[in-house]
Nanobody, 128 residues
């Protein structure tokens, strides 16, 4: 079992910033690929960002230049810094874990099905 506890969501005006945090259990946290997905009302869950245990990062094209994913292995926590937020990015943001310790292509690391554990989600609302 891997338990994920997310925080940092809330209400922000367009153009503002938020930093999401996801604290994970597990002694092998440093071996996991961590990711963020989001799901807006009526839409499918979509990839936002991922970071491998070797530090390689992946970002959705829509957030490149504005979002940054990072991890602190000592705190077993992954972060998503979100800048210049847009109203259309209002969604529930989910933290996810791939515990397979498997490295592959960007297609693998951005796929929802690659992840084993999920947080409860945190609401991000961007007002216009």
């Amino acid at each position: 079992q891997v338990h994920l506890v997310e925080s940092g969501g809330g209400l922000v005006q367009a153009g503002g910033s938020l930093r999401l945090s996801c604290a994970a259990s597990g002694r092998t946290f440093s071996s996991y690929t961590m990711a963020w997905f989001r799901q807006a009302p009526g839409k499918e869950r979509e990839f936002v960002a991922a970071i491998r245990s070797d530090g390689t990062t992946y970002l959705a094209n829509s957030v490149k230049g504005r979002f940054t994913i990072s991890r602190d292995n000592a705190k077993t926590t992954v972060y998503l810094q979100m800048n210049s937020l847009k109203p259309e990015e209002t969604a529930v943001y989910y933290c996810a874990v791939d515990s397979s310790r498997y490295y592959s292509s960007s297609a693998y690391h951005t796929a929802l099905g690659s992840y084993d554990y999920w947080g409860q989600g945190t609401q991000v609302t961007v007002s216009s």
